[in-house]
């Protein structure tokens, strides 16, 4: 079945390591790609998004992305990570053939916890 | 930017009761509104998207005469759940989108506890 999968479920970091989160699709043809975060206790949040052009995006908070579109993955990275950025971070796919609305197929969320 | 309020936030029912659940964009036009389901530690499943005046397409697996949408206006969205079940108690997240960018904006979702 066509899916969006996030290898990493729960990350734990110290303050200042660097991130990486893996996310990876496997829909053909032209996708739309999004990073949400979601704060304890708070709404879903946009991070970034890639629909076309530059590969690598670049985002809120230090957050970046890079789309590589022969490994179907679209990684989510930021080079030093704080106490703040602790949160659920969500891949998301906007895939072909949505039939014109802007429909959304999330992964299942990497838990990111930030040790002071 | 965008904001999507819901109401209630929280909300208790009876078993065999139904509850409707408020999804709003305060600061623009939602074209188009979905409605998902977040089980604990688990990611959004998307139910069912609605364009204002249309009627909601569900995803496979979702029971439309159990899960009512309506969106009668471009700024309003409204989910009843109908003879809810202990099994529907769950968290449920709208959102909105406006016409050509594909973001989604989140509303912070309603807790339901169906007892």
């Known amino acids: 079945a066509q899916s969006v999968s996030q290898h990493n479920h729960h990350v734990i970091l110290s303050e200042a390591a660097s991130l990486e989160l893996g996310c990876n699709y496997s829909?053909?043809?032209?996708?739309?790609l999004f990073w949400y975060v979601q704060y304890p206790g708070q709404h879903l949040q946009l991070l970034l998004k890639?629909?076309?052009?530059?590969?690598l995006v670049k985002g809120i908070k230090g957050f970046e992305a890079e789309f590589i579109k022969s490994k179907f993955s679209f990684n989510l990275r930021k080079p030093s990570v704080q106490w703040s950025d602790t949160a659920e971070y969500f891949c998301?796919?906007?895939?072909?053939?949505?039939?014109?609305?802007?429909?959304?197929?999330f992964g299942a969320g990497t838990r990111l916890a930030v040790h002071p | 930017g965008a904001v999507v309020s819901q109401h209630p936030s929280r909300v208790i029912c009876k078993s065999g009761t139904s509850v409707k659940i408020e999804c709003r964009s305060l600061d623009f036009q939602a074209t188009t509104m979905f409605w998902y389901r977040q089980f604990p530690k688990q990611s959004l499943m998307l139910m069912a998207t609605s364009n204002e005046g249309s009627k909601a397409t569900y995803e496979q697996g979702v029971e439309k005469d159990k899960f009512l949408i309506n969106h009668a206006s471009l700024t309003l969205s409204t989910l009843t759940v109908t003879s809810a079940h202990p099994e529907d108690s769950s968290f449920y997240i709208c959102?909105?989108?406006?016409?050509?960018?594909?973001?989604?904006?989140f509303g912070p979702g309603t807790r339901l506890t169906v007892t």
């Open positions: 829909y053909g043809g032209t996708v739309n």
């Open positions: 959102s909105g989108a406006g016409t050509a960018n594909y973001e989604q904006y």
């Open positions: 890639y629909f076309s052009g530059d590969p």
């Open positions: 998301a796919v906007n895939p072909p053939f949505s039939g014109g609305y802007n429909k959304l197929i």
